[in-house]
């Protein structure tokens, strides 16, 4: 039974915020699954399905290796190059082979060595331009003419193929003669045992904006990597894929514009991404640096990725896949996972949405201390209900936030992270594991966000009562009705002690005089009696 005007308030309180969670529910249940609205770019969903077919042709045979054929796409769809990196004997020289199956175009492949001259990459001289004082090269069936091109053994490229490799890799651009020809070069894997030793190659690792260690097959998968029969590799340069898996490179590049144009990156993935780089040169030991043009590449990487799985945004999830990009040194990609992870449950800041309660809280407390000198006891009311109406405002905004909060991370753990599940980037064992790492990290952050919203909830209706939108019949201890139906401090502090506390503890001595007495400094001196 409601016996205080604080016991009122409290249940009007609960109650909206019953009608609240009803809301959010509701809304969920209406949301089309994984938070999608069912209406992604024009086009997205032919690519998706394109690139769909080339993973499934691509992973026949190979055990262990889903991640790592769609990093090979995803390179492929973005334009930009891979680097594998692992022993010799996983697979990495099969990867790029069959990237060349995937797509239409010619395809060159070379093993480099610390002897290798420019004639292995770029193609012999012509002695025919040769006579004619021409220094130009038979570039057909080489890299310049290349699609797709793997080169094992990268970081062995010497002085003298480095300058020309860089330019081919980062402009598409080749230097014949006195000609500059455009290179139709879509991507470059390039394989490697160990990481590059020399300064000197800075730049070429650099230019490869996906980068994955591959290891051995694990004991798991080694059974079954034993029992199948060999896949008969196809010739590479036949293009061995069926015309249903080939992707083509000039629709490719329709994508890639189509992504820039109408993907946007919204502000919380941009901030992610900033204080992810900052967290890597500043927070970690050794400091990990990332160039501006990599986190520009990343950020236009994290568009196409979006596109292809139907998206008109980039999600945080999408940053996952910078685990591949941003590392200087392999063991630093699970330092970027955890972090990118940490992020995902849409929490944002809720220690400072607690501040910004407790703030508010203090004002409100403030506004009701308030007795203007020589005012009528109307006046004083209107004037508190209209300062308490601007705090009110306040509350609605930080309630809605905290809605939107709760939208997210419902929209988001709906249905096992459909988010997640469906990635076309990530691979089931990986996007299993991405899921199963974000469920608790959810249920907390879902726990810590219902509750801050509960006080919002409740200093709403405070508020709503003290600027005269709602009313409340209470009773006093003695079980009368209270005659002062406006709002007090003490109402505040029945319904949310908890805020009362912090604000006693730090507020001013002039602002938490207790109610109902008068300081010994303004009480009139008691008379003498002898």
């Not at 490697?192 to 650099?206: C, I, V």
């Not at 419902?410 to 990530?426: M, T, Y």
């Amino acid at each position: 039974m409601v016996t205080t005007k604080a016991d009122a308030l409290r249940e009007m309180a609960n109650q909206r915020m019953r009608d609240t969670l009803a809301d959010i529910d509701a809304q969920l249940a209406g949301a089309a699954p994984g938070g999608a609205d069912g209406s992604g770019p024009d086009g997205a969903a032919s690519a998706r399905e394109a690139i769909e077919k080339a993973i499934g042709a691509l992973q026949v045979g190979l055990i262990e290796r889903d991640t790592e054929v769609r990093l090979l796409l995803l390179a492929a769809v973005c334009g930009e190059h891979l680097l594998l990196i692992g022993p010799p004997g996983t697979a990495k020289s099969e990867l790029g082979r069959r990237l060349s199956r995937a797509c239409q175009g010619g395809y060159f492949e070379r093993l480099l060595t610390r002897f290798s001259v420019p004639e292995e990459l770029f193609g012999p001289l012509s002695m025919r331009a040769l006579e004619q004082d021409q220094y130009i090269r038979q570039v057909d069936g080489y890299l310049p003419s290349a699609t797709v091109a793997f080169v094992d053994e990268i970081f062995k490229a010497n002085s003298a193929i480095l300058n020309t490799l860089l330019t081919i890799l980062n402009e598409r651009l080749f230097d014949n003669g006195s000609d500059r020809i455009k290179v139709p070069l879509m991507c470059l894997v390039g394989a490697s045992n160990e990481l590059p030793e020399s300064e000197e190659l800075d730049a070429l690792y650099d230019r490869f904006l996906i980068r994955r260690q591959v290891a051995q097959v694990s004991a798991a998968g080694l059974t079954t990597l034993l029992s199948e029969p060999p896949v008969e590799a196809p010739t590479p340069s036949g293009n061995g894929a069926s015309s249903t898996a080939a992707l083509d490179p000039e629709r490719l590049v329709e994508v890639r514009a189509a992504a820039l144009k109408e993907v946007t990156v919204p502000r919380d993935v941009v901030e992610l991404v900033a204080d992810l780089r900052q967290f890597l040169q500043d927070k970690c030991e050794p400091p990990v640096y990332v160039s501006d043009r990599r986190l520009v590449k990343a950020v236009a990487m994290l568009r196409v990725a979006a596109y292809a799985n139907g998206r008109t945004s980039v999600s945080k999830y999408d940053c996952l896949l910078l685990q591949h990009v941003l590392w200087q040194r392999p063991e630093e990609a699970d330092k970027i996972y955890e972090f990118v992870l940490s992020q995902c449950t849409e929490t944002g800041d809720t220690q400072q949405v607690r501040y910004l309660l407790s703030a508010i809280f203090s004002r409100a407390c403030r506004i009701l201390a308030q007795q203007p000198p020589g005012e009528g006891a109307d006046v004083a009311i209107f004037q508190k209900r209209e300062a308490l109406r601007s705090v009110l405002e306040e509350t609605v905004q930080v309630r809605q936030v905290l809605t939107d909060k709760l939208l997210a991370i419902g929209s988001s753990a709906s249905g096992s992270l459909p988010v997640v599940r469906d990635n076309l980037w990530l691979g089931e064992d990986e996007a299993a594991a991405v899921a199963s790492a974000l469920r608790p990290m959810m249920d907390k952050a879902s726990g810590s966000i219902q509750e801050l919203l509960y006080h919002a909830v409740t200093l709403e209706t405070l508020f709503l009562h003290g600027a005269g939108e709602i009313e409340v019949d209470g009773f006093d201890d003695g079980g009368a009705p209270q005659k002062r139906t406006e709002l007090q401090a003490l109402d505040l502090a029945g319904t949310l002690p908890q805020y009362w506390h912090e604000f006693i503890r730090e507020a001013p001595k002039e602002d938490v005089k207790p109610h109902g007495t008068t300081p010994m400094s303004k009480r009139p001196p008691k008379p003498y009696t002898p």
